[in-house]
């Protein structure tokens, strides 16, 4: 006889998928808003900094786009303390989402920024604004509008990559599939809506970002 | 209880990372092939073909990783199959390699310009000739750097097969750490070890993709 | 009976209508220009003609035998039509040699060495007998448009297609093409040519057509077109209105 799919048993734990969404959520929008804020900072120090800041920069964006996001968790999570650091563990997500994001962000944002046609800048400096001011007002919109697309589909792998954070026990969209595994010894089916789910935020996401953009960055099409 | 030495954390660790290595190189060229086939029915002209390449690129880059690994380690136990995590591993990270090198060269063919293609149909040449003549292989000179590029994800991408139990690098980094109880000195020698491998990956990338550009304008 | 003949060519996209009901009878051996102002259909038409843009209404004949728009019927036609372009596009990764031989080799199934004789047959024939070797990015825009043309030639088609192939060259390159274009003309090759060569146009071509909004606002030999035009179109075109 062929296995008897059952998903009814995996759905009876809709709360516990409910709150898992609301926590890979919470790291999502955590992560985005710090995580870009922060790309958009390494990418000025990289781009306008001194040179100590370049240094220091172009290293963390090298390490963290080097080595897997499970590694950076699980160094700050267990390996923090050491140095007298205690994370919660959505702390240790959170801050580890901020991180990744971070590196990946500020290598897309550099390379926005770097498209800036060198007219803009002189136009800047020739209307007396500083480097800082010239940054700020003139290069970086048109930066982002630039790489929003290449910035968006980032995001979206950073929710995407959120998943491993249950190996640290935060409660989220994973932590729940294996929870509901764990509770009605049905593995697959609870993968498989878990992975359905996760596909349809990647979708809405997707969507949301393309919106934001266009909200963002109106009549800015040209590149 | 066994007494750790620092030597003998990287000695343990470099032994697993040997098998970081062979996954990673297996399922780079089981996903090439696959991705190869996907971009295949991605680019001809043919809508079911496209729709199928699509929706499997879509899935694929729409999911976790990590999903697409639990799913391939549980699938073959609803046929009364027990896979190893070895396979299970292999399966998963192909099939994942396999849509996002197919979108990458995706984008590499449709970097062709378009007088290519037409220049080709207006010489007779048939559908497949055009492609295999005329736009593979310029395509695949502007593709060996973003692939190569990719390989780097292929690597992170090993440390998730450590959660269903193959014993590579990371899994071994936990095993360590919950003998020797260092998991700072343990898990900085892990991300190290990473770095070694995929930095150079990374810079070769970029030097090829530098070496490209600087070919193009001499034209 | 004419080597092509376009009946009722009808081409639009969406609402725009680029081509309104085309017919023309081109005889074999005959050289014609199309002339007129950009967008008035005359790229459109001659890439009708190779099946490079579908038509909605209409029909083309190829030595008395109806064009198929299917993938078959297309490589039928356009191994009778040879196409050459503005962009010249050809193909970077091969020589010049190369290029050459591609179709021979693998739309007719020569081998490489019946496939090279033929290749340097044709670029001795464009001047470029000793470039066999080199490739597109090595050579000027001239040049590389005499490969594109030895390309086509190659083929042995009955007609070319020629769609404002001087129109990307530097200014001093430009009548080494057309030194070409006159040769081939001078043998008697049939050639279907969009052009702003209006002196070329005059000195080789049999018979101008001059295009305007889609239709064939006038027809004639140079010298009537040049010396007697019939509509102000043509008048203003031309730059010849009276005063």
């Known amino acids: ?223 | 209880m066994m007494n750790f030495s620092t030597w003998d954390i990287i000695h343990n660790l470099l032994l697993a990372a040997r098998w970081t290595v062979a996954l990673s190189l297996a399922a780079f060229f089981g996903g090439g092939m696959m991705g190869a086939l996907i971009l295949f029915l991605r680019v001809v002209p043919n809508r079911i073909a496209g729709l199928v390449a699509r929706f499997y690129i879509e899935v694929f880059q729409g999911t976790p990783l990590l999903m697409q690994l639990f799913l391939a380690f549980f699938a073959p136990a609803l046929f009364g199959m027990n896979v190893p995590a070895w396979v299970a591993a292999f399966a998963a990270l192909t099939l994942w390699t396999a849509a996002f090198l197919a979108e990458i060269w995706r984008g590499c063919v449709e970097a062709i310009p378009k007088g290519q293609w037409e220049a080709a149909s207006s010489l007779a040449l048939p559908y497949i000739a055009q492609l295999r003549y005329i736009v593979l292989p310029q395509a695949l000179r502007i593709a060996v750097a973003p692939t190569v590029g990719f390989l780097v994800q292929v690597v992170k991408g090993t440390a998730l097969t450590s959660i269903i139990g193959f014993v590579e690098l990371s899994k071994a980094g936990t095993i360590i750490t919950n003998a020797t109880f260092e998991p700072f000195t343990v898990y900085g020698c892990v991300a190290l070890m990473y770095f070694a491998l995929c930095w150079p990956i990374s810079q070769s990338s970029r030097w090829l993709e530098r070496r490209l550009n600087a070919a193009h304008q001499a034209h | 009976m004419p080597l092509i003949k376009l009946t009722n060519l009808h081409k639009s996209y969406g609402n725009h209508e680029v081509l309104k009901g085309i017919s023309l009878d081109i005889a074999a051996g005959e050289v014609i220009a199309l002339i007129g102002k950009s967008g008035s259909g005359k790229s459109t038409l001659l890439r009708c003609v190779n099946g490079l843009e579908s038509f909605q209404k209409g029909s083309i004949d190829v030595g008395g035998q109806p064009a198929l728009t299917n993938a078959a019927g297309l490589r039928i036609l356009r191994q009778k039509v040879g196409m050459i372009f503005q962009q010249f596009n050809l193909f970077p990764h091969m020589t010049a040699g190369r290029n050459v031989m591609l179709a021979p080799m693998v739309v007719k199934q020569m081998s490489a060495g019946q496939a090279e004789e033929i290749a340097r047959k044709m670029l001795d024939r464009v001047g470029l007998g000793t470039r066999f070797d080199s490739y597109p990015g090595q050579m000027s825009g001239g040049q590389q448009q005499r490969v594109a043309i030895a390309r086509a030639l190659a083929m042995e088609p009955l007609a070319l297609l020629c769609d404002e192939i001087t129109s990307a060259l530097d200014p001093e390159l430009v009548s080494e093409v057309l030194a070409v274009m006159r040769d081939l003309a001078g043998q008697g090759m049939t050639l279907v040519m969009v052009t702003h060569e209006m002196r070329f146009a005059r000195d080789v071509c049999h018979r101008l057509v001059f295009m305007h909004q889609g239709q064939i606002h006038e027809i004639g030999s140079p010298e009537h077109i040049f010396a007697a035009p019939q509509t102000p179109e043509l008048r203003q075109f031309l730059g010849v209105e009276a005063a």
């Open chain 1, 1 to 223: 006889m062929g296995y008897q799919f059952d998903f009814s048993d995996v759905l009876a734990y809709w709360p516990v998928l409910l709150y898992g969404v609301v926590i890979t959520l919470e790291l999502t929008v955590f992560g985005t808003i710090l995580g870009v804020a922060l790309g958009i900072f390494c990418a000025w120090g990289r781009t306008n900094g001194s040179k100590t800041l370049r240094i220091a920069v172009g290293l963390y964006v090298e390490l963290i786009r080097n080595t897997p996001f499970l590694v950076q968790l699980f160094f700050i999570f267990f390996g923090l303390p050491a140095l007298g650091l205690e994370l919660s563990a959505i702390e240790a997500a959170i801050l580890a989402t901020v991180i990744n994001l971070g590196a990946y962000s500020a290598e897309i944002i550099r390379a926005g920024i770097e498209a800036t046609p060198k007219g803009q800048l002189e136009a800047g400096a020739s209307l007396g604004l500083t480097s800082i001011e010239t940054f700020r007002h003139v290069v970086l919109k048109p930066a982002l509008a630039r790489i929003w697309p290449a910035l968006s589909a980032q995001i979206v792998i950073v929710m995407l990559g959120t998943a491993v954070c249950s190996q640290i026990s935060v409660q989220e969209l994973t932590y729940a599939a294996s929870f509901i595994q764990s509770r009605s010894f049905r593995a697959f089916e609870a993968y498989f809506i878990v992975t359905a789910i996760y596909l349809g935020l990647a979708l809405i996401l997707r969507q949301l970002l393309r919106l934001c953009g266009r909200f963002l960055f109106p009549a800015q099409r040209h590149s």
